[in-house]
């Protein structure tokens, strides 16, 4: 071997790792400049209670309409119209003097009838009065006898009394109106509104898409007995008290394709009213490891598909087809498309195409709410 050959060798192999290592700097230095910048969400799993937004309509407890059980004159309204009243209170007085009389006279009758039967149960023990003439004697007594409770009744009846404690309306009717037994239209209507009815709607096939979720173990229900809601007036503001669903209707509504909810709500301050429109959040169920993605990562492309960005483990980007359930707040919930830990884009997605290269950041843009829920 030619030493010195060997020896120029050895001096030019520095030089040429020197070289190399300055295009492999300069190389890199051109790669990350050619990267884009972009902010990230990375997907965690979260237990989440699913509620759902329905709109509804409350309705009184427990509605009375007061009509008078006997015929008259009315002389007294006793009460002040929407104020609150108790049940047995008297609302309305009648002109008595017709029943008073009649119930003196059966008061007579009945005196008069209870008599004859005795006397002639002395009469039949000494056998001067037939078994018969005995018997007659003694159902004129017993007709007597109801007579006078019939009397006593209609008395009662000249007072017409609350048969609920509620908040009552305006009077249908003034002083001096004439009454009838059995009239059509109700002198006043008591409303019992604590506790209060709100009356919401649901479509069958989300009823039955939950009971599917509910049996495959996708869902877990939210409560032992009754599910939770909660109200939101028609103004947007919230009612601060919860209530809970109590009833399901047994039929579908042939027009809409829905089934009627009924919750119950407690309404110490009167603060519902019948026939208000509300929204009311049932919650429906928990699922244990939900995945929420931000709305900002997701985007919908020409099939109608929702799309997301994922950065893979060497900071290329690829695009990903996902199904999505429904919002939450302002995420959507995604049962297929990524997994925990894979970082999702937020930021900087007008500028990113397929496999490109991307400095990732976390995202400044992303901040959840899921206090409001939705289909």
Same mark, same amino acid.
């Not at 006997?70 to 009315?74: D, K, T």
């Not at 007294?76 to 104020?83: A, P, W």
């Not at 503001?237 to 209530?243: F, H, T, V």
């Given at each position: 071997?030619?030493?010195?050959?060997?020896?120029?060798a050895?001096?030019?192999?520095?030089?040429?790792?020197?070289?190399l290592?300055?295009c492999?700097?300069?190389?890199?230095?051109? &790669?990350q400049a050619?990267?884009?910048?972009?902010?990230?969400y990375?997907?965690?799993? &979260?237990?989440?209670?699913?509620?759902t937004?329905l709109p509804?309509? &409350?309705s009184?407890?427990? %509605?009375?309409q007061?009509?008078?059980q006997?015929?008259?004159?009315?002389e007294?309204?006793?009460? &002040?119209?929407?104020?609150e009243v108790?049940?047995?209170?008297?609302?309305?007085?009648?002109?008595p003097?017709?029943?008073?009389?009649?119930q003196?006279? *059966?008061? *007579?009758?009945?005196?008069?009838? #209870?008599?004859?039967?005795?006397?002639?149960?002395?009469?039949l023990?000494?056998?001067?009065v037939s078994?018969q003439? #005995?018997?007659d004697? /003694?159902?004129a007594?017993?007709?007597?006898?109801a007579?006078?409770r019939?009397?006593?009744?209609?008395?009662?009846?000249t007072?017409?009394?609350?048969?609920i404690?509620?908040?009552i309306?305006?009077?249908?009717?003034t002083? !001096?109106?004439?009454?009838?037994?059995?009239?059509s239209?109700?002198?006043?209507? /008591?409303?019992?509104?604590?506790?209060?009815y709100?009356?919401v709607?649901?479509?069958?096939?989300?009823?039955l898409?939950?009971?599917r979720?509910?049996?495959?173990?996708?869902?877990?229900?939210?409560? /032992?007995?009754?599910?939770?809601?909660?109200?939101?007036?028609?103004?947007g503001?919230?009612?601060?008290?919860?209530?809970?669903?109590?009833?399901?209707?047994?039929?579908?509504?042939?027009?809409? !394709?829905?089934?009627?909810?009924?919750?119950?709500?407690?309404?110490?301050?009167?603060?519902?009213?019948?026939?208000m429109?509300?929204? *009311?959040?049932v919650k429906? !169920?928990?699922?244990?490891?939900?995945?929420l993605?931000?709305?900002?990562a997701?985007?919908?492309?020409?099939?109608g /598909?929702?799309?997301?960005?994922?950065?893979?483990?060497?900071? #290329?980007?690829?695009q990903?087809?996902?199904e999505t %359930?429904r919002?939450?707040?302002?995420?959507w919930?995604v049962?297929?498309?990524?997994?925990p !830990?894979?970082?999702?884009?937020?930021?900087?997605?007008?500028?990113?195409?397929?496999?490109?290269?991307?400095?990732?950041?976390?995202?400044?843009?992303? #901040?959840?709410?899921?206090?409001l829920?939705a289909?």
């Open positions: 071997m030619d030493i010195s050959f060997s020896r120029s050895l001096r030019v192999l520095p030089l040429s790792a020197l070289l290592a300055g492999n700097a300069a190389d890199q230095e051109e &790669t050619q990267a884009l910048t972009v902010g990230y990375e997907i965690t799993e &979260t237990p989440l209670t699913l509620t937004d509804g309509r &409350t009184a407890y427990r %509605v009375a007061v009509r008078p006997v015929a008259g004159i009315l007294k309204r006793l009460f &002040t119209e929407g104020s108790k049940q047995g209170q008297q609302l309305y007085q009648i002109d003097r017709t029943y008073l009389a009649q003196a006279r *059966a008061e *007579a009758n009945l005196r008069s009838a #209870h008599n004859l039967a005795e006397r002639y149960e002395r009469l023990n000494a056998s001067a078994q003439e #005995h018997d004697a /003694v159902a007594w017993k007709q007597a006898e007579d006078k019939m009397a006593d009744i209609n008395v009662q009846y007072k017409v009394l609350s048969p404690t509620g908040r309306g305006r009077s249908n009717v002083e !001096g109106a004439l009454l009838t037994d059995g009239q239209e109700p002198m006043a209507t /008591v409303n019992q509104l604590d506790p209060i709100v009356d709607t649901q479509p069958i096939t989300r009823i898409a939950l009971k979720a509910l049996k495959a173990g996708e869902l877990k229900a939210s409560g /032992v007995d009754q599910a939770e809601v909660s109200l939101t007036l028609d103004d503001s919230a009612y601060p008290l919860s209530g809970t669903l109590k009833f399901s209707e047994v039929s579908v509504d042939q027009g809409t !394709g829905s089934v009627t909810l009924r919750a119950v709500f407690p309404n110490p301050e009167r603060a519902l009213l019948p026939g429109f509300v929204h *009311a959040q429906e !169920g928990v699922r244990e490891n939900a995945i993605v931000p709305q900002q997701i985007v919908r492309d020409s099939r /598909v929702a799309t997301a960005w994922v950065i893979t483990p060497d900071n #290329h980007v690829e990903r087809d996902l %359930v919002t939450v707040g302002n995420t919930l049962t297929t498309g990524v997994k !830990g894979e970082r999702v884009i937020t930021e900087g997605l007008q500028f990113v195409r397929g496999d490109s290269l991307v400095d990732a950041q976390p995202a400044s843009n992303v #901040h959840l709410n899921l206090a829920t289909n």
